[in-house]
């Protein structure tokens, strides 16, 4: 299967920003024939205050966001795996922060709402609390695009191992993790971590991101992208590094296979009380 990982710089413009994913993915389709293409975190909007985030979110199956990206998987006969966008919850003022996964006949394949909230503290003082404008989710989600089961995730869950344990018992062959990684953070942790979780998991670990600049009220905040694939013996098979694009690659069931026979982690797995 031919994959691509689109690298955005979204920001506070919710049209421009999917004007700009439709423009990628169209290139992608004429330049890779893309079977499979990955969205970063937010595609839709990053940025802004609560009430920003509130008058660009979405009911899903109305909004622009989605009519958009299942349209072009229709035409364009691809999976499109949504990155994430910002989901309405009639009656609540926070949102979800929500995956969207379409087959190549345009039908919603899965939904994902991210789970781990990112409330830190960066090591320059910056302090984050996404738990205060999003509502965390709680299930465990995969889905099959032809030959491979595909798990879901976002940004911050790269940090629990737990999460990408229990797709792999529900058999994921590879993992998406659409991401906004902060620029502090991401330097040092980013690259290590998807590849630990690749090789964990013995999984392709696909993580499409947002790259640049963007305003949080009066803060400008910066993600680090280098979007990437890594395969599950844990190499980065693809890599972007600064700004807008498109990285491609192809992902081969044989090498999943071969990886969980040499090193049959999952039949040894003990577990612990």
Known sequence: MKISLIQMNSRQDKAANIAAAVELINQAVAQERSDWIGLPECFDFLGGLQADKQEAAEILGEGPAYTAMQALARRHG??????????????EDRLYNTTLVFDRTGRELARYRKIHMFDITAP??????????????????????????????ICYDLRFPDLFQALAEKGADVIALPAAFTLLTGKDHWEVLC?????????????????????AGDATRASYGHSL?????????????????????????????????????????????
């Not at 691809?78 to 009656?91: D, T």
């Not at 509502?135 to 995730?153: I, L, S």
């Not at 964990?200 to 963007?214: D, I, V």
């Open 124 to 153: 320059d003082g910056t302090h984050y609390c996404e738990s205060a404008s999003f509502k965390p989710g709680d299930q465990v989600v995969t889905y099959r695009a032809e030959d491979f089961t595909f798990g879901c995730a």
């Open 78 to 91: 691809i999976f499109i795996h949504a990155g994430s966008i910002l989901e309405k919850i009639p009656g």
């Open 229 to 273: 694939v890594a395969d599950p013996w844990g190499h980065v098979i693809a890599r972007a590094s600064d700004g807008v694009g498109i990285v491609s690659t192809r992902i081969a069931r044989n090498a999943i296979d071969t990886m969980r026979v040499q090193i049959p982690v999952a039949r040894h797995k003990v577990k612990l009380r």
């Open 195 to 215: 590849r630990a979780r690749a090789i964990e998991t013995e999984t392709y670990f696909c993580a499409p991101a947002q790259t640049g600049l963007h305003k």
